[in-house]
């Protein structure tokens, strides 16, 4: 990228600058070839000590304020000086040297590429202005610190000067003075206002990693159930979150918020449940959860805030791998709508919703398309993603189509506060870094206004929020800088000049593509909310579980799981499984074989319900394997009944069986949703059809006919030789009344043992033993 605005000098009037210009590039040509000499003297140094023993002394700036100084200020420095090397250094001086300004943003981004500063060609301030250290022991650090009138650092023309606090001593194998050590650094020097100010925009990003389960108890509430206690950590006194929210409270910055943070701490603050193994255990940091959403609440109270799509999805992953699975894009509009209710409750502000923020602001047509498909009218992307071939830095908004305005956040300023910032010399070099491009820029073109946007990395840690604070704080007086928000820095007229082409998608940073969630991950979600649809569908009550599970999927999709893909994995597989255990809770029960004996039965299979609702909208098919053998619900293959069981409660859902031949036949029961899709896993089960077919009705019948026949002659036979036995006993009574007249005998009752009685059956009684293991089932 072109910086030639650089050369265009930071004075007053461009003839004047270019002579003043000219002039200090002459005289300074020494000193400025001095201090860009440094990166060959350094490493020669090091060689020497390699070789013969030569020290090397380690300089640390662990403050420099004031940061951007002005007429009548002292700087003061403090820092260390530690003794890197084998020998001694002896007479050891710490001085502060001053070069010549610096003529741009690529001479500081080259100035600061050189690992240190050491060379004699730039004189110290000297008198006065200066540390005596007693003899440097190796490996023992020392402090020291300085205080120099600005008036004293030769400053002139405003700009950016680099500065050196350099170290200088003598060794017993080198017995003469030399820089031994030097740490590099830049002092901005704008003592008057600029004649326009750049307006800033800086993005105050309030995101972390997911630490909500999708699992909830099954009381009223819903307790949810968290992963573990690890945000609890970042919300208290001293944590990153904390510490977010606490200096964000004193800056002029826009507000970027995660709403699945807020929903997270906010279900905090009421009763929830840490996984602990196993089980899980009472949370115990309600009271801190609470104390922070205060504060936030304050905090944001008249401020712009804007609110990512829920729990921040990853735009680029979905544009380059969920775009290939159907139904992935389908998340970003709900989430979208979900964030801004969740702000809107638990801040009671209004978010705008209509900016998406790629991760590092890096695009391509795909990822602007999917990153506007939500409603989102505004792209955050960065200046080393849609690069400006221009020899200054352009003001961040411009149109690229489609009614989309790109918002250019500058990389420089972006990527400023990176890395490990916890050692306040690293901090302080970053303080100053940012504060000399800053200013560098505005004086590109001081006659003319340009708004420009700082968006840093999107978790920034402790120590990195507090170096960026530091930083703001420095740019307070406006000197050359005014704060702005993002809603106006988007609205803000473009630049005829800046580039508003996207770049194509062979320019995506190759790192950032590997990092991408897969399709495979992408197939996984899919698979997932198909079966909430499906679950959902049951349900008397689906609102309890569509809420949570929705989150959760967000959640699978989200942003920072590019810097924990196990972590991302485990979470997913995680939300897949206390759904499928769900789903499983309603279920048929095994049936063991039973027996069909007749025409005709009733096959009973139970359905079990396990939720604490119930469940509806289901229906219960039956399906016969050999309908030649047995027909369900008379003559149909498959037939079906309707489902609908109260939580925690069982059904016997009934269907009549006809046996058409005896045998063993398989039967399939499987449930299904009221649309026809199959609900869980089928259950088959053997039926034993024992039918009696006409034959053998014909020669049961037969038998009994027989059977009635032989009885009736029977009974006759049995009548006539009562006939004729009665007939001979009147004989013999008129008889004997011939020779006993005044005998009188009664008549006697039939008590043949022969008496005709029912038959015997052909078949022996019922037997009250169990049927064995099957299942019997009689008409």
Request: positive net charge.
């Given at each position: 990228m072109v910086e030639a605005a650089d050369f265009q000098g930071m004075g007053h009037s461009p003839a004047r600058r270019w002579v003043r210009r000219a002039a200090t590039l002459i005289a300074g040509a020494p000193l400025l070839a001095g201090l860009l000499a440094t990166g060959a003297a350094v490493p020669a140094a090091h060689a020497a000590e390699s070789a013969g023993g030569s020290p090397a002394v380690d300089v640390a700036l662990n403050t420099l304020s004031p940061s951007a100084p002005v007429k009548g200020d002292t700087l003061t420095i403090s820092g260390t000086?530690?003794?890197?090397?084998?020998?001694?250094?002896?007479?050891?001086?710490?001085?502060v040297r001053v070069g010549p300004p610096l003529s741009g943003r690529t001479a500081i981004d080259d100035a600061a590429a050189h690992s240190a500063v050491a060379s004699a060609d730039v004189p110290p301030v000297g008198g006065k202005y200066k540390v005596t250290l007693p003899k440097l022991a190796s490996g023992i650090p020392y402090d020291f610190s300085l205080a120099v009138p600005v008036s004293e650092l030769g400053l002139s023309d405003e700009g950016v000067?680099?500065?050196g606090v350099s170290l200088t001593g003598e060794t017993s194998d080198s017995p003469y003075e030399r820089v031994l050590g030097v740490q590099r650094t830049f002092l901005p020097w704008q003592p008057e206002a600029t004649e326009k100010k750049t307006q800033f925009t800086y993005l105050w990003p309030l995101i972390t990693s997911t630490h909500l389960t999708a699992e909830t108890g099954s009381d009223e509430q819903q307790t949810p159930v968290f992963a573990n206690e690890d945000l609890a950590k970042e919300l208290a006194t001293g944590g990153r979150l904390e510490q977010m929210v606490s200096l964000g409270a004193q800056l002029p910055v826009t507000w970027v918020i995660d709403p699945d943070l807020l929903s997270t701490v906010d279900a905090m603050t009421?009763?929830?449940?840490?996984?602990?193994?196993?089980t899980t255990v009472p949370g115990q940091y309600q009271a801190v959860a609470n104390q922070w959403l205060d504060a936030l609440e304050k905090a944001v109270n008249g401020r712009k805030v804007v609110a990512l799509p829920f729990a921040d999805p990853d735009l680029a992953s979905l544009a380059h791998r969920g775009k290939n699975v159907s139904g992935s894009l389908s998340h970003l509009q709900p989430a979208t709508e979900v964030a801004k209710t969740t702000v809107a409750t638990i801040l009671h502000v209004d978010?705008?919703?209509?900016?998406?923020?790629?991760l590092d602001g890096a695009i391509d047509p795909s990822i602007v398309d999917v990153a506007t498909s939500a409603g989102a009218h505004k792209v955050i992307t960065r200046s080393d993603s849609l690069q400006d071939n221009l020899p200054?830095?352009?003001t961040a908004a411009r149109p690229i189509g489609g009614g989309t305005t790109a918002v250019v956040a500058d990389s420089r300023l972006s990527t400023a506060f990176q890395g490990d910032l916890t050692a306040a010399g690293a901090s302080t070099l970053a303080v100053q870094k940012f504060l000399a491009q800053s200013l560098a820029l505005t004086l590109q073109q001081p006659s003319k206004q340009r708004s420009i946007v700082v968006a840093p990395q999107r978790m920034p840690t402790a120590a990195q929020a507090q170096t960026m604070a530091r930083a703001l704080h420095s740019l307070d007086p406006e000197r050359w800088s005014q704060p702005s928000d993002l809603v106006a820095a988007a609205a803000a007229a473009p630049d005829d000049h800046a580039n508003t082409r996207v770049p194509s998608s062979s320019r995506y940073p190759k790192k950032l593509r590997g990092q991408e969630l897969s399709t495979d991950a992408f197939q996984d979600i899919k698979a997932t909310q198909d079966q909430l649809d499906s679950f959902k569908a049951i349900?008397?009550?689906p609102d309890r579980v569509e809420a949570p599970f929705a989150n959760a999927i967000y959640r699978t999709m989200s942003t920072p799981w590019r810097e924990d893909h196990a972590g991302g994995d485990q979470y997913r597989f995680g939300v897949q499984n206390y759904l499928s255990g769900l789903t499983a809770e309603v279920q048929l029960i095994q049936k063991s074989a039973l027996t069909l004996s007749g025409r005709s039965a009733t096959i009973p299979v139970t359905v079990q319900n396990q939720l604490v609702q119930g469940v509806e909208n289901l229906v219960l098919r039956l399906t016969s394997e050999q309908p030649n053998r047995l027909r369900i619900d008379g003559d149909h293959v498959v037939t079906e009944e309707p489902v609908k069981i109260d939580g925690g409660h069982s059904q016997s859902v009934k269907f009549t069986g006809a046996g058409n031949a005896n045998g063993p036949v398989q039967v399939t029961a499987q449930l299904y949703t009221v649309d026809g899709k199959p609900y869980g896993n089928a259950m088959q089960f053997t039926v034993k059809v024992s039918e009696i077919t006409p034959t053998v009705m014909l020669v049961i019948a037969g038998g009994v006919l027989l059977l009635v026949l032989a009885g009736v002659k029977m009974y006759s036979q049995r009548k006539r030789a009562a006939a004729r036995k009665a007939a001979a006993g009147s004989q013999d009574t008129a008889d004997d009344a011939d020779t006993q007249d005044t005998e009188s005998t009664p008549a006697a009752e039939d008590t043949d043992p022969e008496q005709p009685s029912d038959p015997t059956p052909d078949t022996g009684p019922e037997s009250t033993d169990a049927s064995g293991t099957g299942e019997k089932v009689d008409r």
């Open positions: 000086v530690t003794n890197k090397g084998k020998r001694t250094v002896s007479d050891a001086q710490v001085d000067y680099q500065l009421r009763n929830y449940r840490v996984r602990s193994g196993d978010p705008t919703t209509d900016f998406a923020w790629p200054y830095t352009p349900l008397s009550a």
